[in-house]
């Protein structure tokens, strides 16, 4: 009796418009969005997307930022990648780095952001009341990796060929050992070129939906943040493979190190003791000391 009523109860019942490819509560959250903006497509990709990515970028950074200058909470600073490094923090290279922060954040971000717009409509991008679904959504997010990979990597190493890099990646370089709000401290052409197009660029080609470009560049802001924040924190990215790029200038030129492998440029990276410290920590023992540096350790014996 039991068995067939438990039988009849889910026969009865409405499953159609349960989808868990795409969440109800959160094609609401979208609608509102996009009424918030009028339902104007230029001011969600334009507007929206440069208001997102500021958002992230500063919150993300200033945070990292005040642990830099405070050096609050003190158990954090076990953490640090290079320990001997922006202890306290350079006045003269923090003013620098706000100024041009400010200027590609306020003024090259929204004049790219209206790109990105003109892009999506050529495309024929959307960003409506229709969402896409989380399949759909995963599958633009690892094409959005492999085509930022490739874009960055080979964008990064033709900015360090002597004259390019002298005329727009040497400003990049001034800080050798990187805080969070450096991963936008770049000449505007090494900003748009060697960071937003790749980041945009695999969306534009598989024609994604703008909520898919969103979550992309929170990730991709976050991750680039923790990149360039000189801290390896637990259950976070690691960061001490772009470290390793800032503090020896010639090698790391990906995000992946797929093409860095491929092409050598990983080589020295390979030999130092940042490569096997270079994985998602998964405990609060700092790598520095569950992994130290022999050679260091030998140099302070003698």
């Not at 070129?193 to 470009?213: D, E, Q, Y």
């Not at 790029?245 to 030129?253: I, L, M, P």
């Amino acid at each position: 009796m039991v068995f067939h009523h438990v039988q009849h109860i889910l026969k009865d019942a409405t499953f159609e418009s349960v989808n868990i490819t795409k969440p109800q509560n959160l094609e609401l959250a979208w609608g509102k969005v996009y009424r918030l903006f009028g339902e104007n497509d230029m001011l969600m990709f334009s507007i929206g997307t440069w208001i997102l990515v500021m958002a992230t970028y500063w919150v993300t950074n200033l945070s990292f930022l005040a642990i830099d200058l405070t050096g609050k909470p003190r158990f954090l600073s076990k953490y640090k990648v290079q320990q001997d490094k922006n202890v306290p923090l350079n006045p003269a290279l923090l003013s620098r780095l706000l100024k041009t922060t400010g200027i590609n954040m306020m003024f090259i971000t929204p004049i790219a952001s209206y790109g990105f717009y003109v892009a999506a409509r050529w495309r024929g991008m959307s960003c409506g009341y229709d969402l896409p679904s989380i399949p759909r959504i995963l599958a633009d997010l690892v094409l959005a990796v492999i085509v930022e990979e490739i874009l960055f990597y080979y964008s990064h190493r033709l900015i360090h060929y002597p004259y390019l890099y002298k005329k727009i990646h040497k400003k990049h370089h001034e800080w050798t050992a990187p805080i969070g709000l450096t991963c936008i401290y770049a000449h505007p052409v090494e900003f748009l070129v060697s960071n937003i197009f790749p980041l945009v660029c695999g969306h534009i080609l598989t024609r994604a939906h703008l909520m898919s470009v969103w979550v992309w560049a929170v990730i991709a802001m976050v991750g680039t943040s923790i990149h360039h924040s000189g801290y390896h924190l637990p259950f976070t990215l690691s960061p001490e493979f772009h470290d390793f790029h800032h503090a020896k200038f010639h090698y790391n030129f990906g995000l992946l190190g797929i093409l860095d492998w491929l092409h050598g440029t990983d080589s020295l990276f390979r030999k130092n003791v940042a490569f096997k410290r270079n994985k998602i920590l998964l405990g609060i023992t700092p790598l520095s000391v569950s992994i130290p540096d022999k050679s260091t350790t030998s140099k302070k014996i003698k």
